[in-house]
């Protein structure tokens, strides 16, 4: 997971765990296309029930491995207590300004678990940011490849498309990605996750059954992907319109 520049497709995601259930299949069909993926996880999941975050690590860099990213790294945001600062915004700066990604992926922003619906709208404050020439970002980020000393590295970047992963979210998606030949990897970088969804007594009142959750993962998959005509999909959002250049190819059959 070296030499970032540049990236083309970037999820950024409160905690380690979260690109697994939201869009780890919209990155494998992407990364099968060619195309360089990306992890940028907010949090190192210090405060999460079950684990600790060097388990959280470990995990992660197994995962993304199975995803086939190139490059994933973690902030130090405090786990359950992200907040949308100056500060955190500057963070993810500095990570955009290094990989360049054209797609940014972020949470949809309106979520039960409150990291999840701040990360969507720090991100985007953080994607706006990045493009201004004035704002200086200082150090490179930790762990990131490289020095830094590139004037591309470090000069205004701001993507060119923002998704939101709605997968939990009771909304309309705008569109659905056809997952269907990346399912079972997708379950396995979440299984990859053993601190987390292995039965064990910590956590056992809160945490999905280890049995079920393959049987509930791929039913919301299945859901999704029904709605496209396909078998299997991810969900997301975009807020602004689409554009369509030749009708006889838009895709879904309306009848």
């Known amino acids: 997971m070296t030499d970032p520049h540049s990236i083309d497709i970037l999820a950024i995601a409160a905690h380690r765990d979260d690109v697994e259930q939201t869009c780890g299949g919209t990155l494998l069909r992407m990364a099968s296309r060619g195309l360089r993926t990306a992890i940028l996880d907010l949090t190192q999941g210090e405060a999460g029930t079950r684990g600790t975050a060097e388990d959280r690590a470990r995990e992660a860099s197994e995962a993304a491995r199975i995803l086939g990213v190139t490059w994933r790294q973690a902030l130090d945001l405090p786990d359950g207590a992200i907040e949308n600062t100056l500060e955190n915004r500057i963070k993810i700066v500095r990570v955009l300004r290094l990989l360049r990604p ?40 930790t762990g990131a490849p490289g020095d830094g000393s590139s004037s591309l590295g470090w000069s205004p970047h701001r993507p060119f498309k923002i998704v939101y992963a709605s997968l939990y979210a009771d909304v309309r998606p705008s569109f659905i990605v056809d997952i269907t030949p990346f399912v079972e990897q997708r379950h ?47 969900p997301f959002v975009q807020k602004e319109v689409g554009l369509v250049d030749d009708l006889t190819l838009v895709p879904v059959q309306s009848i």
């Not at 949470?107 to 704002?135: E, M, N």
């Not at 990859?192 to 919301?220: D, H, W």
Request: with cysteine; net charge negative; aromatic share 12%.
């Open 102 to 141: 054209r797609v940014v992926i972020l949470p949809y922003w309106q979520a039960r678990h409150p990291d999840h619906a701040i990360t969507g709208i720090l991100g985007y404050d953080a994607c706006f940011l990045s493009g201004l020439a004035k704002v200086e970002t200082g150090s490179a980020p």
């Open 188 to 234: 396995q970088s979440l299984m990859a996750y053993k601190s987390q969804y292995a039965n064990q007594p910590t956590g056992s009142a809160l945490f999905v059954p280890e049995e079920e959750i393959r049987e509930r993962t791929f039913a919301e998959a299945r859901h999704y992907g029904l709605l496209a005509g396909v078998r299997y999909g991810e």
